[in-house]
């Protein structure tokens, strides 16, 4: 299956500053997403990364606030802008691979907090 | 939409007992089912997946059944050790979709 590296693990931010994370895939996948986990919650699906165009965010998520590039199909970043502390949470960079019918993997997450 | 729910949302047991975890579904055309444990902080590890022509699929000690017809899977973790301790999530992949949907989680304490 394939391997996911998330950098960074965990970060600690200063309102109103970005950041980003990377998230790097050992072989090409046809799919990645992101998702964020509140504190307590299970994952909300933020959008879907699409290698060469623009990502598929859902509803409530906006590119302005969580701009996303997939510049390959091994590598996407996710940043997280202008944050403040309700962006207090673990990211998660998931892969899905080749048939459809394959499992879907995750990256250890980016737990980021806000001061 | 699609609702999933898991049941009990946390459990404690001593090591060495049987468990069942539950996970239900309101919506059966499913493309497949996926069990995963996550570590506190941590991302997701897979456990087993269902595909929705299945009925059953075993891992070491774990074992998912899928009763598609009554929207229910079952995760059985026999002979429970203290490193079982963790969250364990349901995801449900609607037919026609990439995208599933997870439920809550059911945590799990497995003490010595």
């Known amino acids: 299956s394939a391997v996911i590296s998330q950098k960074p693990s965990r970060d600690i931010c200063q309102r109103g500053t970005s950041l980003t994370i990377q998230c790097q895939v050992d072989?090409?996948?046809?799919?990645m997403f992101w998702y964020r986990q509140q504190p307590g919650q299970s994952l909300t699906l933020i959008a879907t990364?699409?290698?060469?165009?623009?990502?598929?965010?859902e509803s409530g998520f906006v590119i302005d606030k969580f701009p996303i590039s997939r510049p390959n199909l091994t590598f996407s970043t996710l940043t997280v802008s202008n944050m403040s502390p309700e962006d207090s949470s673990i990211y998660l960079c998931?892969?899905?691979?080749?048939?459809?019918?394959?499992?879907?993997?995750f990256g250890d997450g980016t737990r980021l907090s806000i001061l | 939409k699609q609702e999933v729910t898991q049941i009990p949302a946390a459990l404690s047991v001593p090591e060495g007992e049987n468990l069942v975890l539950n996970c239900s579904f309101t919506?059966?055309?499913?493309?497949?089912l996926q069990w995963f444990r996550q570590d506190p902080g941590k991302g997701l590890t897979s456990l087993l997946l269902?595909?929705?022509?299945?009925r059953e699929q075993t891992s070491g000690r774990l074992n998912a059944s899928l009763d598609k017809s009554s929207g229910r899977s079952t995760l059985y973790i026999a002979a429970s050790q203290p490193g079982d301790s963790a969250t364990y999530l349901c995801?449900?992949?609607?037919?026609?979709?990439?995208?599933?949907?997870f439920g809550r989680g059911t945590s799990l304490i497995v003490h010595p």
């Open positions: 998931s892969v899905q691979e080749g048939q459809s019918n394959q499992p879907q993997h």
């Open positions: 072989s090409q996948v046809t799919m």
């Open positions: 990364a699409n290698q060469g165009s623009e990502a598929t965010y």
């Open positions: 919506d059966s055309a499913i493309y497949n």
């Open positions: 269902i595909q929705s022509s299945q």
């Open positions: 995801a449900v992949r609607p037919r026609g979709s990439y995208i599933p949907t």
